[in-house]
Nanobody, 115 residues
Framework: QVQLVESGGGLVQPGGSLRLSCAAS????????MAWHRQAPGKQREFIASISSAGSTNYADSVKGRFVISRDSAENTVYLQMNSLKPEDTAVYYC?????????WGQGTQVTVSS
């Protein structure tokens, strides 16, 4: 089992920034990738960004150029730096730990972009 704890969400004005953190109970080096997803009210959960064990990153078109995923292997933590936030970024953001034996999810952190 892997426990994931997200933090850093909150209320921010349009154009603002937030940094989300995801702390894992197991070494993130054991995952072949770490990812962020989000789910807005009434919508399906969607992929936002991922970082592989080799450090390769991938982003959804909707956040490319605004969000940056990174990791600190020593701290077993993955981050999502979110800039130029828009109201449509409002959602619960989830961290995901991917292994060949299965995936693990955090409980989510709410991000609300509103003036």
């Amino acid at each position: 089992q892997v426990q994931l704890v997200e933090s850093g969400g909150g209320l921010v004005q349009p154009g603002g920034s937030l940094r989300l953190s995801c702390a894992a109970s197991r070494s993130i080096g054991s995952a072949y990738a770490m990812a962020w997803h989000r789910q807005a009210p009434g919508k399906q959960r969607e992929f936002i960004a991922s970082i592989s064990s080799a450090g390769s990153t991938n982003y959804a078109d909707s956040v490319k150029g605004r969000f940056v995923i990174s990791r600190d292997s020593a701290e077993n933590t993955v981050y999502l730096q979110m800039n130029s936030l828009k109201p449509e970024d409002t959602a619960v953001y989830y961290c995901r730990y991917l292994t060949t034996m299965g995936n693990y999810w955090g409980q989510g952190t709410q991000v609300t972009v509103s003036s």
